[in-house]
């Protein structure tokens, strides 16, 4: 029962379930030749140029080109067959055509398809050329022999890579731009099974592909690696600088003015901001790359497990000649990388270290500051009990003399008193009478601080 309304499929139902058979092999059969380009650009994302260069294409045989929103273009012109994909960095053209029977190597890589198509075309490319590659497809009866003197000299490159693959086919090749500008494969059929061709020849070419993508890595490993020295030699000069002064140095920046411990401060910080800046410069560059090189290598080695490979007298395997030549280069990737880590983590620890001894001056300097500040308080602590004694002496004074008035006047009024003599004799009265009433005032204002 079909479902009769459509609202109630999810609007990305169908995108996503086209997505699986969105890049599907070509349908060939040997004997063919096959050409494979690859442009590269950053920009390829928002293809439109590259859409606007396969419409070119299909408007010089008299047909329409793809969608503006295509990712993918198949069509067969009658004298070769075209397969477009868009990547993400990348855009792949791929061109074959059926070749005849018996063929010699040298001249099937002369009936390439790529002479279908005008020069004029192909001279208009947008992009960079990142892979141009020729396959040429034959049939055979049996494995063919290691010493094969024809398949040698199909290639210029004096080390050759083949294998035993999917248990009916052969793949040999030098991985080596040839002399015309193109690398080249030869791909037999011994006994594969239908549209097993076009997979295998689809993996073949996405593995070269792939690697040359990958390798886009190293020469951003390569050229970070001078930076990064100075960078670790001048991080190593500065934490030296910083382990030197912890002693005699911190003593100098304790005695030294505000001002000069500012400048020496702001030195030290400067230089480990510099290193920082500069080496998180190098990682936001290489960043993408040195990710997207990773993620390329997994690629290709998931390309060469499919294969399902096994050896052909003393040949290396493709799966033997990748981990000689490109795991190396990606292994420089990823140390690079981490190298950048490690960076990055050292001026941090050199930062905090900074901090730290920063930190440990000014609560040394704090603490010479409250030692002045206790000084000075007690110093004010004396200068107040001397004023309070002092203070004790004059209020005794005039309370003694208003006593001695009393005194005068109640011997004026006829009271059989010595004025002078009770005046003395209040001298000691009154001055105890102060000094506790001083002191008991204090008691209660600490009393008070207190809580």
């Keep these: 029962m079909p479902i009769a309304n459509p609202s109630l499929n999810h609007p990305l139902r169908m995108p996503l379930a086209a997505e699986a058979h969105s890049r599907p092999f070509l349908q060939l059969d040997a004997p063919e030749t096959v050409t494979h380009l690859a442009l590269y650009d950053r920009t390829i994302e928002t293809p439109d140029w590259q859409l606007h260069t396969l419409r070119e294409l299909c408007g010089y045989f008299g047909m329409a080109g793809p969608a ?29 055509q059926s070749t005849p029977d018996n063929v010699p190597l040298a001249e099937a890589f002369q009936r390439v398809p790529l002479m279908q198509i005008p020069q004029q075309w192909l001279h208009g490319l947008g992009g960079k050329i990142m892979v141009a590659a020729h396959v040429v497809l034959e049939k055979a009866d049996g494995p063919s022999d290691s010493a094969s003197a024809e398949i040698r000299d199909a290639f210029e490159g004096l080390s050759l890579a083949a294998s035993t693959v999917l248990q009916g086919a052969e793949v040999w090749s030098d991985f080596l731009i040839q002399s015309d500008g193109f690398s080249r494969f030869v791909i037999r059929d011994v006994g594969l099974r239908q549209q097993q061709l076009g997979r295998l020849v689809q993996r073949v070419l996405e593995i070269e592909t792939y690697r040359m993508m990958a390798l886009l890595g190293l020469p951003h490993a390569q050229a970070s690696a001078p930076t990064l020295n100075a960078i670790e030699a001048e991080l190593a000069l500065l934490t030296a600088t910083m382990v030197d002064s912890d002693g005699a140095v911190a003593d100098a920046l304790i005695n030294s003015t505000a001002e000069e411990q500012d400048d020496g401060e702001r030195t030290l910080l400067r230089s480990i901001t510099s290193l920082a800046a500069r080496n998180e410069k190098i990682s936001v560059d290489n960043s993408y790359r040195f990710s997207a090189s990773q993620a390329y290598f997994q690629l290709v080695k998931a390309r060469i497990d499919e294969l399902r490979e096994s050896r052909i007298d003393g040949i290396p395997t493709l799966g033997e000649f990748m981990e000689r030549r490109l795991a190396p280069a990606m292994s420089t990737c990823a140390a690079t990388a981490r190298r950048q880590e490690a960076l990055a983590e050292r001026i941090a620890h050199s930062n905090d270290l900074l901090r730290t001894r920063v930190g440990i001056v000014q609560e040394l300097q704090n603490r010479k500051i409250l030692q002045s500040m206790n000084a000075r308080a007690a110093q004010q602590l004396r200068l107040q009990q001397a004023v309070e004694g002092l203070s004790v002496v004059a209020v005794s004074y005039y309370m003694v003399g208003l006593c001695g008035y009393g005194a005068k006047a109640a011997k004026a009024a006829g009271l059989p008193i010595n004025a002078d003599v009770v005046t003395g004799l209040m001298v000691p009265v009154v001055v105890f009478v102060v000094w506790m009433g001083l002191r008991r005032m204090h008691r209660s204002m600490h009393r008070s601080m207190k809580h």
């Design 68 to 96: 503006l929103d295509a990712k993918y273009f198949y069509h067969d012109f009658g004298r070769f067959r075209l397969k477009w994909e868009c990547h993400t960095e990348f855009a792949t053209y791929t061109f074959a």
